[in-house]
């Protein structure tokens, strides 16, 4: 009763990353509360999907393994959580924001009246005060995210209804095995107790997947480049530059809409969060849109002609400069010593 639930999206037997992230954070949260961290996992032929699970810190992993549950349809993975939660009455369900979540995490929260905060990108717990209803509520989950265009960065609380639930972003956080032999329990539900056999009423008769065109989620060292960058032509040279570093070519939101590069390599609010080693930004002003995808990077390297750009303040090294000067002689000087 009153623990930290995760759902855990399945595809092709593995747990996806954005879970495996949400039980890291589960795990952090659970033990501000001092409450438990449950897990569920909805597929077909699940045996062993505890060992991909329980190392992260859980103590209770809720398996329903049946055909017709892989691939994900809506209504059977709607009346699992519904159902589940009605019984657990978990304080605080999260999920990834997901094409997945994004559509089941909906469904749940309007079928129990919780209420949802969508596309997260960090969770915390601490108090809020009504000074209006005079009242003090403690211990509630703070949803955190970027609103109004990303000019701002929005804390949302729900005082009164349960569960406190959210989505998540893909690569916002860390994701960290707590222990290889944690000892979680796993409870094997009988599927016909939580679904209709109605709800299977839309099946999967085929099933295509396109895979990703890069690496740019899991790349260890990223060459992003803006607006600065001045045409397409010139975006040519981060990925020279890129070539050379084995790294892989990002880009904001203002390059991807001036044509220089296509949309699936834009990073920030409406692209992908990045988390890699190194990251390079030429001619990227840093608007908050942006940072909010690549703030989280290891080590930055700012290469701008405006010492004042906003970018430079989370930079660790700031190279004022035109790109078209500078990211030449980069290229120049990794092939002449990478050989």
Do not use: W
């Amino acid at each position: 009763m009153n623990n930290i639930f995760v759902y855990c999206e399945i595809e092709e037997g593995t747990v996806a990353e954005v879970s495996q992230e949400l039980l890291t954070k589960g795990r952090t949260l659970a033990n501000r509360l001092g409450c438990r961290l449950e897990a569920v996992v909805a597929g077909q032929q699940l045996d062993g999907i505890e060992k991909q699970v329980l190392p992260y810190g859980v103590d209770v992993l809720h398996v329903f393994d049946a055909p017709g549950l892989y691939p994900y349809t809506s209504l059977p993975h709607t009346s699992i959580l519904v159902n589940l939660f009605r019984e657990e009455q978990p304080q605080i369900a999260l999920m990834g924001a997901t094409v997945i979540g994004r559509d089941l995490g909906p469904r749940v929260s309007s079928a129990l009246g919780s209420g949802l905060t969508a596309d997260c990108t960090a969770l915390e717990i601490g108090n809020h005060e009504d000074r209006k209803a005079g009242k003090t509520y403690e211990d509630l989950l703070y949803q955190i995210r970027p609103a109004f265009g990303g000019n701002i960065v929005a804390t949302i609380v729900n005082p009164e209804h349960r569960p406190q639930m959210a989505t998540v972003r893909e690569g916002v956080m860390k994701k960290e095995i707590l222990d290889e032999a944690y000892p979680g329990t796993v409870v094997r539900h009988d599927v016909e107790k939580y679904v209709k056999d109605t709800d299977y009423v839309v099946k999967v008769i085929e099933r295509h997947v396109e895979k990703a065109k890069n690496n740019l989620k899991s790349a260890p060292i990223v060459v992003a480049g803006g607006y600065g960058m001045g045409s397409k032509e010139n975006f040519e040279m981060l990925f020279d530059l890129a070539r050379e570093l084995h790294a892989e070519v990002g880009a904001s939101r203002a390059a991807v809409d001036a044509g220089f590069v296509d949309h699936d390599r834009q990073i920030g609010q409406t692209g992908v969060t990045i988390r890699p080693k190194l990251y390079i930004a030429c001619g990227i002003s840093g608007q908050i849109q942006h940072i909010a995808g690549m703030q989280e990077s290891g080590i930055i390297i700012s290469v701008n002609n405006d010492p004042d750009a906003p970018i430079n303040s989370i930079a660790d090294y700031v190279i004022t400069g035109n790109v078209e000067d500078v990211v030449p002689k980069m290229i120049k000087y990794y092939k002449k010593n990478s050989k």
